[in-house]
């Protein structure tokens, strides 16, 4: 069994970007307040969340959320290795 390995970031949700097209998804922009380097401490995504249930919800202008970058143990080394 795989063992999961991760760091959570801090961050906000900056703004709502409506599409040009409305058939196009509406997309989240999330600032990464620390751990980031400052060029790329903005992120974009697809403005649709799911529950355990599958139900979808959106995210909201200034809501706190926490973005999590997670690695099996193929794509890590010990730090100091």
């Known amino acids: 069994m795989s063992e999961k390995h991760n760091v959570k970031l801090p961050a906000t949700v900056e703004k709502i970007i409506k599409p040009p097209d409305p058939r196009l998804p509406e997309k989240a922009q999330i600032s990464i307040e620390h751990g980031a380097d400052p060029l790329y401490q ?5 403005n649709t969340l799911k529950d355990e249930r599958g139900k979808e919800f959106k995210l909201k202008e200034g809501a706190k959320v926490e973005v999590t970058v997670e690695a099996n143990d193929s794509g ?3 730090k100091g290795a």
Do not use: L
């Not at 903005?42 to 697809?46: G, L, Q, V």
């Open 76 to 78: 890590v080394i010990r």
């Open 42 to 46: 903005e992120i974009r995504i697809e």
